[in-house]
């Protein structure tokens, strides 16, 4: 396997380093954990399009477009909130 520079703010690449070095792992390792656990977009259309026929085989419920859109925005509100809380929490100590 090759390697990559990838070129990121100074402060960015000492958040990573910071949370590697908390983790007791390596920034390569931390990166290469980052990878693998975020879902291009075809992994999450595939793992929604899972998730209906599952709900539909097992439970006869069919989630409808508009439901799927609904529980995005629901989603990235909560995510946001979460994000704000954390941020608040950062500026506070």
């Known amino acids: 396997m090759s390697d990559v520079m990838i070129r990121v703010p100074a402060e960015v690449r000492d ?4 949370v590697a070095e908390a983790r007791g792992t390596s920034l390569r390792a931390l990166m290469q954990d980052i990878a693998a ?6 992994q999450i259309k595939e793992r929604a399009d899972r998730t209906r026929a599952l709900l539909a085989e097992r439970f006869g419920h069919y989630v409808s477009d508009e ?3 609904e529980m995005r ?3 990235r509100e909560a ?4 994000r704000a809380t954390l941020a608040e929490s950062e500026s506070s100590r």
Do not use: D, N
């Open 67 to 69: 439901e799927s859109a």
């Open 37 to 42: 656990q975020t879902l291009t977009p075809e």
């Open 15 to 18: 958040q990573l380093a910071a």
């Open 73 to 75: 925005r629901k989603m």
């Open 79 to 82: 995510a946001a909130a979460h």
